[in-house]
């Protein structure tokens, strides 16, 4: 309740239009609680080709959490596992199950970052933090967003450690090829009935972030279930947060089905960009990745025409593509290919989005139902559609 509150305050306050008071200078990383970080270290490394980067634990005096971080081109993730039952991040685990807890953003000024955020109406979730050793200092605070979700900010400017002050490099002997995933295109939070517009608010108000496209229940719906979108993007276009909410339908929504495994607000997707979805794809379908089942023929006959003026450009091959079960989708100023993991975990919560963009901004509103549709025959084979 406090968190709303502190929205409704942030309103009070005077909106600053343009001017953007919080630069944001990309993804810093993604820190994931996670029930055995090992393990998961180990299947993000091989399945989805993250390198090891950096580990923190019992060895380098930490002890209570293990975290490791792994890193692929712009993205780094860090998994976290607590190291006995005193820690909080138990809550975290017996609530959620594995998930996402940061969405850290790389900033100038994270005291700054900080001040901005919060005399909007943020709620302080880590006051600014100076954090050094050998390799300099980093400055970080953090704020609370959506369910029980963080945004931290990282001021690294002096720093040139492997991560954070407290990690050491990770040397290991298992290093398995990468496979193209270059940096966070997009992440998406699902939030409860009712609650996208506030969440689209508090981007607006506290982060002064801009409504960049809206999706409602008549455009993103199947025959039995439906759901809303809003993407919500900073200034300079580099961070793009997505928020949905369920809408009502004949049967129970993927989103609905989030919020009852997830037990809450929080992250629903990763888009992770790459410059070649083919090669991407195939390597992490020979690594064990699970994706959400091809729709039917009729939707790859359909792609020219879906496509447009593009497909005059378009060099994929639609075959190769259908043998992947990649999708396809076209706005005025380009096109784009995606495809989705099955969720992760064993709750059917975070799963991964591989795009690659030929031009389009869109999120492939036009592959929606496909997609939804998709999703359904999964929920249907689960029992909670
Ligand atoms: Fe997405």
Redesign the pocket.
Known sequence: MDKLKSVEYGLEKIFEGAQDFLPLLGTDYVEFYVGNAKQSAHYYKTAFGFQSWAYKGLETGSKDEVSYVLAQDKIRLVLTTPLNSQSPINEHLKKHGDGIKVIALWVEDARKAFEETTRRGALPFMEPRVEKDAFGEVIRSGIHTYGETVHIFVERKNYNGAFLPGYVSWKSDYNPEPLGLKFID?M?GNVDWGQMNTWVKWYEVVMGFENFLSFDDTQIHTEYSALMSKVMSNGNGRIKF?INEPAKGNKRSQIEEYLDFYEGAGCQ?I?VATDDIITTVAGLKARGVEFLPPPPQAYYDDIPRRLGKHIQVMKEDIKKLQDLSILVDADEEGYLL?IFTKPVEDRPTLFF?I?QRMGAKG??AGNFKALFESIEREQALRGTL
Request: proline share 10%.
């Open positions: 997009h998406v997505p997707h888009a995606q989005e795009i999120f492939g």
